[in-house]
């Protein structure tokens, strides 16, 4: 039986099959109207969108797990770090934010970089803990002095439609290689202290660095308003009322059948998969030429063994801080991305549940070290997580129907939303029973 699994996972045909049924079930999605599907190519495609980039987040959790070994618990603050660039980047400069405290705000980050270079630089040369903690403390005075009345000043520039700092208002896909920026430089600075010890350290160093992310996004309101959200995120795309105003559309749209509300949707949505294949598509090919270097070679063989590949003189804490850095900047840009989308900036929908653990599922059924089994997991796993808020009460609807009225049929119908979880439990302990090395293994 176990050779018979074997062989199933080995044969060429399994990763095209299972991409054939994947897709079959997006265009059931996006044609039969029943109990299970929708019938609507709206939500098809919205699910097809958002579960690509999830695709592009799970690549990245792959480079760190399935090619180094690295336990990253904190996917959401790289995520959220990443989706902070479009704001930054994209947005126009709030009018009057800049007078009332940017000038200070900004030499009150440098002084804060300073301040940390210049302890490294004293440290390095006296290696006198007390000369380090002088610096740090004098340094965080300076900061503290020109960074809080630059903040108060900027929260209270019209609080009421900003109080933030506003953007650059620069084009938003630049946004995109920003947020991956953005991430890496985190991943750097978490890796630095982290990598090289235990592998249990960097997993309770990056959870602690993506629950500080996203408390700092959701407290500091001079940069992106914190829980007050920002909206109206420029978009990459059109806008549908543009579409629906256009005459040679709406002429497009009912030669095809379709009202032109519905066909603006779809188009708009056409576009954002387009421009997010093109994205997957490239990480995809640059981490399968990555892998299959002698780079990806050596990391696998870090990966595996790292003692041997020490003894073969292997600077293994640089590579592992080299592959987090590079999946995390993968992350960023789905961060990114997944703000592009949305058009809307909410720190308080970052949670480590849909941002951590389901990314960890997508990886682990589709197949860590194996990119394209990632993508596999990714969109599957999304699908099934969205599709199972429907069926979850559908099934448990049947189910309890023959029960008599009263308390306990009564709370099970009310727990039905709940059944995603069950769901996404049951489909990782299938696939752990019967595909341990996931639907697509390492090859």
Known sequence: MSSNRQAAASSPWRAPVLFAILAALFVLEGTVRNGMFSGSWNTSLAILNMGLISAITALGVNMQWGYAGLFNTGVVGFLAIGGLAPVLVSLPPVEGAWAAGGPRLILSLLVGLGTLALAR?????????????????VGFVAYRWLFDPAVTAIEANDPARTG??????LPILLSWLVGGAFAAAAAWAVGKVALGLRSDYLAIATLGIGEIIVAVMRNEDWLARGVKNIAAIPRPVPYETELQQNPAFADFAAGWGFGVAEASGIWVKLCYMSLFLVVLLVIILLAELALKSPWGRMMRAIRDNETAAEAMGKDVTARHLQVFVLGSAV???????????????????????????????????????NNWGSVLGAVLIWFLWIKAEVWGPNLIGVLVGPLPDGDIKAHLLGSAPHMRFIAMGLVLLLVLRFAPRGLVPEK
């Open 331 to 369: 992350i960023g840009v789905a961060g990114a991305m997944m703000i592009t989308l949305d058009g809307l900036l909410a720190p308080t929908s970052f949670n480590p549940l849909r941002y951590t653990f389901l990314i960890w599922v997508m990886v682990i059924v589709g197949g860590s070290g």
């Open 121 to 137: 630089i004293v440290y390095g040369r006296t290696r006198k803990v007390w000369t380090v903690a002088l610096v740090l403390l």
């Open 164 to 169: 933030n700092i506003g953007g650059l208002g």
